[in-house]
């Protein structure tokens, strides 16, 4: 990749100086500011497996940023880049992420060097197992003080696997189940954490262009429909988030960036056949509907309206960022911008949506997963019949009037069926989502427009946030 690492910040200095901008606009007493800023504790293990007929030794880390609130949350990434300065980095974007979507949870996050590719499922699978083991028997797994979820080379498999571990350890805990989010549907999962957090940021969208100001800001105008959208990563949050903006809301993917290269098309790349390309054949290459890019990276410069970021952080940098055409970022990965690369486009008026709202889709489901489990009842089972019972008295009235007014006013076709039918777990949690990021969204714009000395939404946000976390130190005492 190119990264011009040395004049460039690392991820965790990254976020201290976004942390930083935003404090200086605050009033808080300078101990507070400090304590929130640090990162309280980082666990980090080397354990090791016997494989392939020798053993072989791994090193993973659990962060734990903030406790004001318990469990503490984030997920669990298996990457080969994984170290202790980047776990501490999406830590600390987890506290002020839950605080700012109103996740009762302090901020963790967890992370293995490994590159999952390279090892067969049964293998992952002793991995997993043991890394879980070492993390659940500190109570870094656990139902109230720290539950986990998937993150970039993780998914239900793993999240299950770490489940079912923790089971196994604890055979009386009532809430064993809650002790890790993104679990499968059969094993405690919920419907809809899959594709949380894509259609988080699908919400983002929608909520930003539902204000015109601030879509003005960014220069562009209108809806979504016709966007041109890039998209770097089509793994769990790239796929779904590009998924629904193309076949939703009428958005056109023009460029889809992956590890091997890119794929452009100015009238339009089928995502799903991409995805399909990408999983019979690994990457991108010989992806016939489109051109093809040797060099991805170059694709997040192509002309487009919205830019979404959604693999990896430090994507766009001082390298590249003076060259990004389009007018709006969102940044659905973690840190994909660093804080140089923020100085430069904040400069030019691209309008930055930040990680910490953009992504917060998953923890959002994941909170939803969490109380379910506790609960140990699905959303809705208890309301649904009934309130299908009382639309059909309304429907049944209406069908009355019908009757008796004619060819004066008739029942719309559809209407009975989409009225009678109760929500289901996936509608609920759509609809819990969808409302927590059109009003985490309200918030921080609110604080966008109304002051002159916060000029984006990046430091809006960490304004919303971080008043929310002292808030709760102050209400500890602290
Ligand atoms: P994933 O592993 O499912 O997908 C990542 C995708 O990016 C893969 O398709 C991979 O091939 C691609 N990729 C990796 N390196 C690349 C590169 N250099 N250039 C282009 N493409 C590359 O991971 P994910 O869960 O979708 O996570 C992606 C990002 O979103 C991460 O930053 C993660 O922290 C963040 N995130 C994920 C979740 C979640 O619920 N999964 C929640 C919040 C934030």
Same mark, same amino acid.
């Given at each position: 990749?190119?990264?011009t690492?040395a004049?460039e910040p690392?991820?965790?200095e990254?976020?201290?100086l976004m942390?930083?901008r935003a404090?200086?606009?605050?009033?808080? +007493? +300078?101990?507070?500011?400090?304590k929130?800023?640090?990162?309280?504790?980082?666990?980090t293990? !080397?354990f090791g497996?016997?494989?392939r *007929?020798q053993?072989?030794?791994f090193?993973?880390?659990?962060s734990v /940023?903030s406790?004001h609130?318990?469990p503490v949350?984030g997920?669990?990434?298996?990457?080969?880049g994984?170290? @202790?300065?980047e776990v501490?980095?999406?830590?600390? #974007?987890?506290?002020y992420?839950?605080?700012?979507v109103?996740?009762p949870?302090?901020?963790?996050?967890?992370?293995?060097?490994?590159d999952?590719?390279?090892?067969?499922?049964?293998?992952?699978e002793?991995?997993t197992?043991?890394f879980a083991?070492?993390?659940a028997?500190?109570d870094l797994?656990?139902p109230s003080q720290?539950?986990?979820?998937?993150?970039?080379g993780t998914g239900?498999?793993?999240m299950a696997?770490i489940?079912?571990?923790?089971?196994r350890?604890?055979?009386?805990?009532i809430?064993a !189940?809650a002790c890790?989010?993104?679990?499968?549907p059969?094993a405690?999962?919920?419907?809809?954490r899959?594709?949380?957090t894509?259609r988080?940021?699908?919400?983002?969208?929608?909520?930003?262009?539902?204000? +015109? @100001?601030?879509?003005?800001?960014?220069?562009?105008?209108?809806?979504l429909?016709?966007k041109?959208?890039?998209? @770097? *990563? #089509? *793994?769990?949050v790239?796929y779904?988030?590009?998924k629904f903006l193309?076949?939703?809301?009428?958005a056109?993917?023009v460029g889809i960036?992956?590890?091997?290269?890119a794929?452009v098309d100015?009238?339009?790349?089928d995502?799903?056949? %991409?995805?399909?390309w990408?999983?019979r /054949?690994?990457g991108?290459r010989g992806?016939?509907?489109?051109?093809y890019?040797?060099?991805?990276?170059? %694709?997040?410069e192509h002309?487009c309206?919205?830019?979404?970021p959604a693999a990896?952080e430090g994507v766009?940098?001082l390298s590249n960022? /003076?060259r990004i055409?389009a007018?709006l970022?969102?940044?659905a990965?973690?840190?994909?911008?660093?804080?140089g690369?923020?100085?430069v486009?904040?400069?030019?008026?691209?309008?930055?949506?930040?990680?910490?709202y953009a992504n917060a889709?998953? %923890?959002t489901?994941?909170?939803?997963?969490?109380?379910?489990n506790?609960s140990h009842?699905?959303f809705? !089972?208890?309301?649904?019949r009934?309130?299908?019972a009382?639309? @059909?008295?309304i429907v049944?009235?209406l069908a009355k009037?019908?009757?008796?007014l004619?060819?004066?006013?008739t029942m719309?076709?559809?209407?009975?069926?989409k009225y009678l039918?109760?929500?289901?777990?996936?509608?609920l949690v !759509?609809s819990?989502?969808?409302?927590?990021?059109?009003?985490?969204y309200?918030?921080c714009s609110e604080v966008w427009?109304s002051?002159?000395d916060?000029?984006?939404?990046?430091t809006?946000?960490?304004l919303?946030?971080?008043?929310?976390?002292a808030?709760?130190y102050?209400?500890k005492?602290?």
């Amino acid at each position: 990749m190119n990264m011009t690492a040395a004049k460039e910040p690392s991820f965790r200095e990254s976020v201290d100086l976004m942390f930083n901008r935003a404090v200086a606009l605050m009033d808080l +007493p +300078p101990g507070l500011e400090e304590k929130i800023r640090v990162c309280n504790a980082t666990y980090t293990v !080397r354990f090791g497996v016997r494989l392939r *007929g020798q053993i072989q030794t791994f090193t993973g880390y659990r962060s734990v /940023h903030s406790e004001h609130m318990e469990p503490v949350k984030g997920g669990i990434r298996y990457a080969t880049g994984v170290n @202790q300065d980047e776990v501490e980095a999406l830590a600390a #974007l987890m506290t002020y992420k839950c605080a700012l979507v109103e996740t009762p949870f302090g901020g963790s996050k967890g992370g293995l060097k490994i590159d999952p590719r390279q090892y067969e499922e049964y293998e992952l699978e002793m991995i997993t197992r043991r890394f879980a083991y070492e993390l659940a028997k500190r109570d870094l797994i656990n139902p109230s003080q720290n539950v986990p979820a998937p993150d970039m080379g993780t998914g239900e498999r793993e999240m299950a696997w770490i489940a079912d571990q923790y089971a196994r350890m604890n055979t009386t805990d009532i809430n064993a !189940r809650a002790c890790v989010t993104g679990k499968p549907p059969h094993a405690g999962g919920i419907a809809g954490r899959v594709e949380a957090t894509g259609r988080g940021v699908q919400y983002a969208l929608r909520e930003f262009f539902r204000h +015109p @100001q601030d879509v003005a800001r960014s220069g562009m105008q209108g809806t979504l429909d016709g966007k041109k959208v890039v998209v @770097q *990563g #089509l *793994g769990n949050v790239g796929y779904h988030a590009a998924k629904f903006l193309n076949a939703e809301d009428g958005a056109s993917i023009v460029g889809i960036i992956e590890r091997d290269g890119a794929l452009v098309d100015d009238k339009g790349l089928d995502v799903e056949a %991409v995805r399909n390309w990408i999983g019979r /054949h690994g990457g991108v290459r010989g992806y016939a509907d489109g051109t093809y890019v040797e060099d991805g990276a170059t %694709v997040l410069e192509h002309d487009c309206d919205i830019l979404i970021p959604a693999a990896m952080e430090g994507v766009i940098n001082l390298s590249n960022a /003076h060259r990004i055409k389009a007018p709006l970022i969102i940044e659905a990965a973690n840190g994909p911008v660093t804080a140089g690369a923020d100085d430069v486009l904040r400069e030019k008026g691209t309008v930055i949506i930040p990680d910490m709202y953009a992504n917060a889709g998953g %923890v959002t489901v994941s909170y939803f997963e969490w109380v379910k489990n506790l609960s140990h009842i699905r959303f809705g !089972r208890m309301g649904r019949r009934q309130e299908e019972a009382r639309h @059909q008295l309304i429907v049944d009235e209406l069908a009355k009037l019908d009757q008796h007014l004619g060819d004066a006013w008739t029942m719309s076709p559809d209407f009975k069926d989409k009225y009678l039918r109760g929500a289901d777990e996936l509608e609920l949690v !759509r609809s819990g989502l969808d409302d927590t990021m059109r009003i985490a969204y309200q918030a921080c714009s609110e604080v966008w427009n109304s002051r002159d000395d916060v000029n984006d939404l990046r430091t809006a946000s960490y304004l919303v946030a971080i008043d929310r976390v002292a808030t709760s130190y102050r209400a500890k005492g602290l």
